[in-house]
């Protein structure tokens, strides 16, 4: 984790489930990695700019495994289509400006 760890660190502090599925864990990470800490506007991270790996305790030596390309575009979350969801609603919901 780099930059400011804190926000982070109580964002996955929240959401933490144990024995959580890859895809579970991704999700929660992802979501803590791009959370506005501080009052920062929150992030859209996508597969460029993350760098994913697991630990591989199954191998006969333990070594990390990188997830990368398509692997992890699968376990990431869907690009927030409820932001864009959210700003069609208050859109529909303004009244219409009178015609001048």
Do not use: C, Q
Request: hydrophobic share 40%.
């Amino acid at each position: 984790m780099g930059g400011t760890t804190e926000p982070i660190s109580a964002a996955l502090n929240e959401s933490y489930t144990e024995n959580a599925d890859l895809a579970d864990a991704v999700r929660i990470a992802v979501a803590a990695l791009g959370a506005g800490g501080n009052g920062a506007e929150p992030r859209t991270l996508s597969p460029a700019t993350l760098e994913v790996a697991i630990l591989d305790a199954n191998r006969p030596r333990r070594a990390f495994r990188r997830i990368t390309g398509s692997a992890l575009e699968a376990l990431l979350p869907e690009p927030d289509s409820g932001a864009a969801a959210d700003a069609d609603k208050a859109h529909a919901d303004k009244p219409d400006a009178p015609d001048n």
